[in-house]
Nanobody, 125 residues
Framework: QVQLVESGGGLVQAGGSLRLSCAAS????????MGWFRQFPGKEREFVAV????????DYADSVKGRFTISRDNAKNTVYLQMNSLKPEDTAVYYC??????????????????WGQGTQVTVSS
């Protein structure tokens, strides 16, 4: 049973930082790209960041480039999202996900096979 569990969300003031974690279990994820997505109320999930299976490649949505950093620790089956210089418009539910086609990166939500339950991030102005 594959399970992804996010943590680290919360309430922060604009300009502050949060670090999200996503712990994966049920499979060895070191061959798979993992991504972070977010969802605003009434909107579809949107891409935030993706990291390759090895951690050697990353990609980001334009709206978070230079502020967010995705990383992973394959020994711990965990992916992280460091969020700095947070803005009120970053307020959303954040999800991690895994794409189980080996060695392939993708930014498209429908290509991801397993999802976490989400963690709320709220940035106050």
């Amino acid at each position: 049973q594959v399970q992804l569990v996010e943590s680290g969300g919360g309430l922060v003031q604009a300009g502050g930082s949060l670090r999200l974690s996503c712990a994966a279990s049920g499979r060895t994820f070191s061959r798979y790209a993992m991504g972070w997505f977010r969802q605003f109320p009434g909107k579809e999930r949107e891409f935030v960041a993706v990291i390759s299976y090895s951690g050697g490649r990353t990609d980001y949505a334009d709206s978070v480039k230079g502020r967010f950093t995705i990383s992973r620790d394959n020994a711990k089956n965990t992916v992280y999202l460091q969020m700095n210089s947070l803005k009120p418009e970053d307020t959303a539910v954040y999800y991690c996900a895994v794409h189980t086609t080996m060695y392939i990166m993708t930014m498209t939500p429908r290509n991801y096979d397993y999802w976490g339950q989400g963690t709320q991030v709220t940035v106050s102005s």
